[in-house]
């Protein structure tokens, strides 16, 4: 019913920047919030950063300042835009979204994850 197709992941060197899409589509009648988690090796999954439909943004504290989370409502893509990448951030990234498929019901997405390497 909801699919969201995630792109931009890649190869980065310590420093660098990369920025990620998720674009979701299917039948909904709307989107509310998205975000990205990441899991890295040997580790659990944690949130990175979260939108509202309204703009609310929310980072976990090692994040602020370096990611930001833009997001474009007509085309129902939400953005991971990183920056001074280090090491410690390679992981496979993660969109979530939450869709409003009727009054009565929500769908909660994820996408397929996309890989972010950081090494010189």
């Known amino acids: 019913q909801v699919q969201l197709v995630e792109s931009g992941g890649g190869l980065v060197q310590p420093g660098g920047s990369l920025r990620l899409s998720c674009a979701a589509s299917g039948s909904f009648f709307s989107i509310g919030s998205m975000g990205w988690s990441r899991q890295g090796p040997g580790k659990q999954r944690e949130l990175v950063a979260t939108i509202t439909s309204g703009g609310d943004t929310n980072y976990i504290d090692a994040e602020k300042g370096r990611f930001t989370i833009p997001r474009d409502n007509a085309k129902n893509t939400v953005y991971l835009q990183m920056n001074n990448l280090n090491p410690e951030d390679a992981a496979v990234y993660y969109c979530?979204?939450?869709?409003?498929?009727?009054?009565?019901?929500?769908?909660?997405?994820w996408g397929q994850g996309t890989q972010v390497t950081v090494s010189s």
């Open positions: 979530f979204a939450s869709a409003r498929l009727s009054v009565e019901r929500s769908y909660s997405a």
